[in-house]
């Protein structure tokens, strides 16, 4: 421990898409680091403020009655001028001007990508947490945001399906998840979905087609639920092919998109963020650096960036084996 430098003060942002429980994470880092005496400047706009020097001193009373606000108090961007050599350059020399030898960052892939070249030409001591709703990030369980999405778009699938009983209709309904099926495969057994179209599994329209046509014999409805990301596209296009082989079905489509990202986060959220806020705090005090704090079967964790994103984590292979047995 005596050759670990001390934390004096630490810089905390958001960056990439916004996921409900960045605020309790925010708040979480916040109060930990007031608790040891560290300073804490709370960094606007992603890297952007950083680059531009867009900062604020926080304290403990400034992160009140944050834990329940859906969106980030810090604000979230993608920012052109971190992915130039130049970019990077100054965002060193605000942390160098401003004192910030440590920093939080809540984000997902992109953020991590762009944290690991940070450390890799700076030597900044930077840890991360996983916001964001995708749970596509390899070296934690969950990531923040992910159950509260689930919920949202559960919520509407629900009050989907009783207007499709009502009037014999299928509905297709689109959920976000461009690279990964985790928020679909969840919502599509949570809301009793007859199908599910996945990134990570290749269906063919003609296999939809099939399992649309065995359900119609016995339910005078049926929802299938669509990734933003499927090989076959999104819920429009794929309605519009199954209408053209099928003009007989009474087709309707519902894209949720940014819905999901909304809203007061979930009790499992605010945990999760509160947890990996306090646990990201004290291994920045002991010197870790460049590494995701997650969370693996209940124990606080730290995977390497290049792990975090490097590896892929794969869909649940149990609830795609039980979703045809449950959907009949």
Known sequence: MSNVPAVRHIGVFTSGGDSPGMNAAIRAVVRTASATGIRVSGILGGYDGLVHGQLMELGARDVSNIIQRGGTMLRSARSEAFRTNEGREKAAGTLKVRGIDGLIAIGGDGTFTGANIFFQEHGTSILGLPGTIDNDLFGTDRTIG???????????????????????????????????????????????????????????????????????????????????????????????????????????????????????????????????????????????????????????????????????????????????????
Do not use: W
């Open 146 to 328: 992910f159950d509260t999405a689930v919920n949202t778009a559960v919520e509407a699938i629900d009050k989907i399906r009783d207007t499709a009983s009502s009037h014999d209709r299928l509905f297709f309904v689109e959920v976000m998840g461009r690279d990964t099926g985790f928020i679909a495969l969840a919502c599509a057994i949570a809301a009793g979905a007859e199908y599910v179209m996945l990134p990570e599994v290749p269906q063919r329209i003609d296999q939809l087609i099939t399992a649309l046509t065995e359900a119609k014999q016995s339910k005078s409805s049926s929802i299938v639920v669509v990734a933003e990301g499927d090989e076959e596209g999104g819920a429009f296009e794929i309605a519009r092919k199954v209408k053209e082989c099928h003009a007989h079905f009474d087709i309707r489509v519902t894209v949720l998109g940014h819905l999901q990202r909304g809203g007061s986060p979930s009790v499992q959220d605010r945990v999760l963020a509160s947890k990996l806020g306090v646990a990201a705090v004290e291994e920045l005090c002991k010197g870790a650096h460049d590494a995701m704090v997650g969370e693996m079967n209940g124990r606080i964790v730290l995977t390497p960036f290049q792990d975090a994103i490097g590896k892929r984590r794969r869909l649940d292979p149990d609830l795609l084996r039980i979703l045809p047995i449950l959907s009949v």
